[in-house]
């Protein structure tokens, strides 16, 4: 069994796409117009067969309750794995983006949390090298 979506709340999926693909270089995988809506789904540009994220409308009442709760509280409502944080993070200061939290060492990981235009706060981490010491 594996992960074939998962979803994040937006409050348009218009300014989400854009977010999502002009500025985090995801890449659309499904645009199907549903009514008022779509099924818009984006990966990553490494891994183009793999876990899909679908920009879901914020309609539904539940919604603005939780997404308020998660950003009041500093949550990260979804979490992106880099490769190079610091460098990502200046890539994307440069763009504009705002972060609430600039890189920082958090046990395991390098971490910073960015404001996603769309009522989310993402975190992007970078795995630390992790050494490990054998017995003698």
Same mark, same amino acid.
């Given at each position: 069994? $594996? ?8 409050d348009?999926? *218009?300014? !989400?796409?854009?977010?999502?693909? %002009? ?6 995988? *499904? ?6 809506h779509r ?8 891994a183009? %067969? #793999? ?7 914020? %309609? &539904?009442p539940a919604? $603005?309750?939780?997404?308020? !709760? ?7 409502a &979804? ?16 763009? #504009? ?5 600039e890189?920082?060492? =958090? #046990? *395991?990981?390098?971490? =910073?949390?960015? *404001? %996603?235009?769309?009522?989310?706060? @993402?975190?992007? @981490? ?7 010491v054998?017995?003698?």
């Open positions: 069994m $594996k992960i074939y979506v998962t979803s994040i709340f937006v348009d999926q *218009n300014k !989400a796409e854009k977010f999502y693909t %002009d500025i985090l270089n995801f890449r659309v995988k *499904n645009n199907v117009p549903l009514g008022d099924w818009l789904t984006v990966v990553s540009p490494d183009l %067969d #793999g876990t899909e994220l679908l920009l879901e409308p914020s %309609d &539904h919604v $603005k309750p939780y997404k308020d !709760a998660l950003l009041s509280e500093g949550i990260p &979804h979490s992106f794995q880099v490769e190079n944080l610091d460098q990502e993070w200046r890539r994307l200061a440069g763009l #504009g983006v705002i972060f609430v939290q890189p920082l060492d =958090a #046990g *395991n990981v390098r971490m =910073a949390i960015l *404001n %996603d235009t769309c009522g989310n706060l @993402i975190q992007l @981490i970078e795995m630390a090298e992790i050494t490990s054998e017995a003698t």
